[in-house]
């Protein structure tokens, strides 16, 4: 017997429950634009502004379906404006001639005082535009230095890495041990050989991650203080490009049931500048698995789920991807794996069940105000 297919709007969905959801935001989208029928383009605006904040809440990606639609409303809107704008452009060329005629009758005098004012202001613009030169071409230097050293130090620590390490004599392996644990006594491993040269460097180092044919392969740090690398990189020197880092509050000895790392969405493409593609099924297809080594052990995570997010106030009741670090039992995590699943744009086939460890990987995403782009994956004994 095939399986029965739930359809809303067009969309498939593949169990009873993200049905039920689905009808709810069905609902809601009625509702709304029964309401909305009459909306000017600004009113519209509003809408959408409350749609990305939360304000009318959607469980499935009905809700996204629903915001595309009012996009397309106001893009109606802007164009039947267009003849009106134009008549007015008109009316402002009518004037403008008017004035202009009426110009032509003052007298020299005035006429040299304004040509005296134009000159005035011609020089000033001059002197504005060349300061926003100056302030441009100092950027672009900052900017290409930063770019530079980052390159440059990145290529010496994967040489590094890559080093044998120094002899015991020179560090020994207490000294090698530094991220923050709890009181509770536990088991530390030995720190992997590739790695010992780094953590001499940089104390802070918690491991690496690395994705083939792309541009993400850079160490992960680790501190008490999830701002600090958001603009330092593993030498401690100021960087706008920051660091990979994970989650203060994830353990990896313990472990956590799943490791959060945060990197930027730099343009240059940098740290994780090029997460955002994961939003293609073609490019996941391609890039199904991600390295990310502890410095205590290798692994691999296939992806599992790819979703936009952001960061809510904490008065709002929902799905905060970025707490969900330990599930406390497998009720929590059945819970979790269900709401990000729910988000997935798409669907990979890969499933998780308690016990399974995860990997997070999320940057800023500029489709909304706090945006985030996140791709979760579970932890594999091989790559297929």
Not at 23 to 28: H, I, M, S, V
Not at 273 to 288: E, F, N, T, V
Not at 318 to 323: E, I, L, N, R
């Amino acid at each position: 017997m095939a399986p029965r297919e739930y359809k809303v709007e067009d969309r498939t969905f593949r169990t009873e429950s993200d049905y039920k959801l689905a009808l709810r935001d069905k609902a809601t989208m009625d509702a709304l634009r029964r309401k909305s029928e009459t909306y000017s383009k600004q009113q519209l605006e509003q809408l959408l502004e409350e749609i990305g904040q939360g304000t009318h809440r959607f469980y499935t990606l009905l809700g996204q379906d629903f915001a595309d639609e009012v996009r397309d409303r106001i893009r109606q809107l802007e164009k039947k404006s267009i003849p009106a704008e134009k008549k007015k452009q008109g009316a402002k060329k009518q004037d403008a001639k008017k004035r202009g005629q009426a110009a032509a009758t003052v007298s020299d005098e005035a006429v040299a005082a304004e040509l005296k004012k134009q000159e005035k202001r011609r020089k000033w613009t001059i002197a504005a535009c060349a300061l926003v030169a100056v302030g441009c071409l100092s950027y672009f230097v900052l900017y290409s230095y930063f770019n530079q050293r980052t390159d440059k130090d990145y290529d010496e620590l994967i040489a590094l890495k890559e080093k044998a390490p120094v002899g015991s004599a020179a560090v020994s392996e207490e000294e090698l041990v530094i991220h923050y644990t709890e009181d509770e006594e536990r088991v530390i491993p030995p720190v992997l050989d590739e790695y010992k040269n780094l953590l001499i460097k940089n104390k802070k180092l918690i491991g690496w991650i690395k994705i083939d044919d792309t541009n993400i392969d850079y160490p992960v740090m680790q501190t008490t203080d999830n701002e600090y690398y958001l603009d330092h990189n593993l030498n401690q020197e100021y960087d706008k490009n920051g660091s990979i880092f994970m989650d203060k509050d994830c353990d990896v000895l313990k472990p956590s049931t799943n490791i959060i790392l945060y990197g930027h969405h730099m343009k240059s493409g940098k740290m994780f500048g090029g997460l955002d593609k994961y939003s293609s099924p073609d490019y996941y297809l391609k890039h199904r698995y991600i390295d990310f080594d502890t410095i205590y052990e290798k692994g691999s995570y296939e992806v599992m789920y790819v979703f936009r997010s952001r960061v809510y106030s904490e008065e709002e009741v929902v799905f905060k991807y970025y707490q969900f670090i330990d599930a406390i039992n497998e009720m929590e995590f059945d819970s979790n794996m269900r709401e990000m699943a729910a988000v997935s744009l798409y669907d990979t086939g890969v499933t998780a069940s308690y016990g399974d460890r995860l990997l997070t990987l999320s940057t800023c995403d500029y489709q909304e105000k706090n945006g985030r782009f996140v791709v979760v994956a579970k932890k594999v004994a091989k790559k297929e």
